[in-house]
């Protein structure tokens, strides 16, 4: 039998990524460019990954420049996501330049990136309440797409956590149009390797209004933006992510027990 098409792409994706690497420094001077991310295993391949390239010594507008171009270049199935270097917060960089690895029990493994996705996720929270301040009671429409768009992170990165879990212990993601939902709805449930539920109850349905957020966000115009609404969902963030963090950290302490168990297990 041949590898499954997962197994393929990634064996193309490595390919590939050595091709722009050596684009990248042929045709704009870059002085590094690294793989990192799922490719490289710092977290598990799956159906949804992106080919992700760190790029030292590129101008802004050459960065732009190749990532346009990379956009016409790469497969229909192969999102290309450049990262400048220099810019990337300094957990992110030390585990990019080989300082960090990744521990190969994938409970440890994945103990590890859901404590790096928390690190990020406060980074957008401190953000947004900075936010928060300078927009007042009646933000203007610029005040509004700017805390829309720390809400998207906020939950893009509550996603990635979810997506961390389902493709280590439960196999994979959901598929389908509404995969997003039914995510996090697999977040309630217990799941693969006899995993607890990451999340409970009432905190699904405050991360759920974030989620619709953001679908929302990709069908209308900013302009189109309820500002009390937004206005009530960024003033709740700090909260939602304290529990958020709970979740997590309960969450890791039973992914440590795993680790101890499958250490006392080998001969």
Same mark, same amino acid.
């Given at each position: 039998?041949?590898?499954?098409?997962?197994?393929?792409?990634?064996?193309?994706?490595?390919?590939?990524?050595?091709?722009?690497?050596?684009? /990248?420094?042929?045709?704009?001077?870059?002085?590094?460019?690294?793989?990192?991310?799922?490719?490289?295993?710092?977290?598990? =391949?799956?159906?949804?990954?992106?080919?992700?390239?760190?790029?030292?010594?590129?101008?802004? #507008? *050459?960065? =732009?420049?190749?990532?346009?171009?990379?956009?016409?270049?790469?497969?229909?199935?192969?999102?290309?996501?450049?990262?400048?270097?220099?810019?990337?917060?300094?957990?992110?960089?030390?585990?990019?330049?080989?300082?960090?690895?990744?521990?190969?029990?994938?409970?440890?493994?994945?103990? #590890?990136?859901?404590?790096?996705?928390?690190?990020?996720?406060?980074?957008?929270?401190?953000?947004?309440?900075?936010?928060?301040? #300078? *927009?007042?009671?009646?933000?203007?429409?610029? *005040?509004?797409?700017?805390?829309?768009?720390? /809400?998207?992170?906020?939950?893009?990165?509550?996603?990635?956590?979810?997506?961390?879990?389902?493709?280590?212990?439960?196999?994979?993601?959901?598929?389908?149009?509404? =995969?997003?939902?039914?995510?996090?709805?697999?977040?309630?449930?217990?799941?693969?390797?006899?995993?607890?539920? /990451?999340?409970?109850? #009432?905190?699904?349905?405050?991360?759920?209004?974030?989620?619709?957020?953001?679908?929302?966000?990709?069908?209308?115009?900013?302009?189109? /933006?309820?500002?009390?609404?937004?206005?009530?969902?960024?003033?709740?963030?700090?909260?939602?992510?304290?529990?958020?963090?709970?979740?997590?950290?309960?969450?890791?302490? =039973?992914?440590?027990?795993?680790?101890?168990?499958?250490?006392?297990?080998?001969?």
């Amino acid at each position: 039998m041949g590898k499954p098409v997962a197994e393929r792409r990634r064996q193309e994706a490595l390919e590939l990524a050595k091709r722009y690497a050596e684009w /990248l420094r042929q045709c704009f001077g870059a002085r590094r460019v690294i793989p990192f991310g799922s490719l490289v295993g710092d977290s598990p =391949w799956h159906s949804e990954s992106d080919l992700d390239l760190a790029v030292e010594g590129l101008s802004s #507008q *050459a960065l =732009w420049e190749a990532q346009k171009q990379l956009e016409d270049m790469a497969p229909a199935w192969l999102s290309v996501d450049l990262v400048p270097l220099e810019h990337v917060y300094p957990e992110l960089r030390e585990r990019i330049l080989g300082g960090q690895s990744m521990p190969e029990d994938i409970y440890a493994a994945l103990r #590890q990136r859901l404590q790096d996705e928390l690190v990020a996720i406060e980074r957008t929270v401190r953000g947004l309440e900075a936010g928060l301040v #300078q *927009a007042g009671d009646a933000p203007d429409e610029f *005040a509004l797409r700017a805390l829309a768009s720390y /809400l998207d992170d906020f939950y893009k990165g509550c996603e990635r956590i979810c997506e961390r879990v389902a493709v280590t212990l439960d196999g994979g993601l959901p598929t389908g149009e509404r =995969w997003h939902q039914r995510l996090l709805g697999q977040m309630g449930e217990a799941g693969g390797h006899n995993r607890p539920a /990451l999340f409970g109850g #009432q905190l699904l349905l405050q991360l759920d209004d974030y989620r619709r957020l953001r679908h929302q966000m990709r069908h209308i115009y900013g302009y189109e /933006l309820e500002a009390e609404r937004l206005l009530t969902l960024a003033r709740g963030v700090a909260s939602t992510y304290a529990q958020v963090r709970q979740a997590v950290e309960a969450f890791c302490e =039973w992914l440590a027990g795993q680790s101890e168990a499958a250490a006392t297990a080998k001969p």
